[in-house]
């Protein structure tokens, strides 16, 4: 389960939250995570009795509600209306912490933190950090490209020559994201990020090339620092025989889970004579026709079956 400590949420968004400790900080290696099933948003709210958010933010609302319950002094202690575990509680807008909250966050290591700035806007930015921090994240093979503004991933088994046809697509005007490793995070619940590990950075190893710099060779736009992975294009060594026994109007939509997601894959097979960055591209802009509810292919066999029953009719009258 990914997580991450308190300590560390403070010192990443210190700053940019306006954050200050106020009580707790024997608490400050308390651990905020998330289950690989559930969402990360999940992880912040604001102060929630029934189902208890880890970080728990207090506005105007929340801290009149514990300042008039003190006032109250009602039989309900502060630590039955806490029975459960907290990782982080911030109150926000400037607010004064109520002692009884102070007291509480004291005695049992709760991180106490404030904050100069609104509840909504805090929990907005901690929740996009968690949801980036949190990830769950794998590490796929193969060459990651930006072609047409689309997130592809380009695998197939080594020496089918994946590196020269990313650099032929990046020759052609698009642009690499990552090569041989790129790392995948689920930053939501149908959405897969691609990266590249800092140490591939801007560099194609092209076999008899070398390591290649994009950057320097093709410039500025040659490279993309991450892409939402949208699809998977997987080459296969191809014969004669292969293409042959291949069903040319199959409409069958492939897909491959990652992480729980599933994202749409084509397979080209590679063959003598075939010209891959078009067929990429061409794959790609079909891909995109198919998001706008437009199929090729199945368009093909309608008029097809259209003209058959056309011909059937005509025949049918002649015959009368």
């Not at 207090?58 to 502060?78: H, K, P």
């Not at 560099?203 to 991450?226: A, D, M, Q, Y």
Request: aromatic letters at 6%; one cysteine or more.
């Amino acid at each position: 389960m990914p997580s991450i400590s308190v300590r560390r949420l403070y010192q990443d968004n210190q700053h940019k939250l306006q954050l200050a400790w106020a009580a707790g900080t024997a608490g400050a290696d308390n651990r905020i995570g998330v289950e690989a099933d559930k969402p990360v948003l999940a992880l912040v709210g604001h102060l929630n009795f029934i189902h208890p958010n880890q970080v728990q933010v207090l506005g105007v609302a929340e801290v009149e509600y514990l300042t008039r319950l003190e006032a109250e002094e009602t039989a309900v202690s502060f630590s039955q209306l806490f029975d459960f575990s907290m990782a982080l509680v911030i109150v926000a807008n400037s607010l004064s912490v109520p002692p009884i909250l102070r007291d509480y966050c004291h005695t049992n290591n709760v991180p106490l933190l404030t904050s100069k700035l609104e509840s909504p806007y805090l929990m907005d930015v901690l929740r996009i950090y968690l949801q980036r921090t949190l990830a769950v994240s794998t590490v796929k093979y193969g060459v990651f490209l930006d072609v047409f503004e689309i997130g592809v991933l380009i695998t197939g088994q080594s020496g089918l020559g994946k590196s020269e046809l990313a650099l032929e697509l990046i020759s052609r005007g698009h642009s690499l994201i990552a090569d041989d490793a790129v790392e995948l995070y689920r930053t939501g619940p149908e959405t897969l990020d691609g990266r590249c590990p800092p140490m591939l950075k801007d560099f194609l190893e092209v076999r008899g090339l070398g390591v290649l710099n994009i950057r320097h060779i093709f410039g500025e736009t040659s490279i993309r620092p991450k892409k939402i992975l949208q699809l998977i294009i997987n080459l296969v060594a191809a014969d004669d025989d292969y293409m042959k026994q291949l069903d040319r109007l199959s409409i069958r939509t492939e897909t491959e889970s990652i992480l729980n997601v599933n994202i749409r894959s084509v397979t080209l097979p590679v063959a003598v004579g075939r010209n891959l960055a078009v067929l990429v591209e061409a794959a790609v802009r079909n891909y995109i026709l198919q998001l706008r509810g437009k199929d090729s292919t199945r368009e093909f066999l309608e008029r097809h079956q259209n003209i058959l029953k056309e011909n059937e009719s005509d025949h049918e009258n002649s015959a009368d």
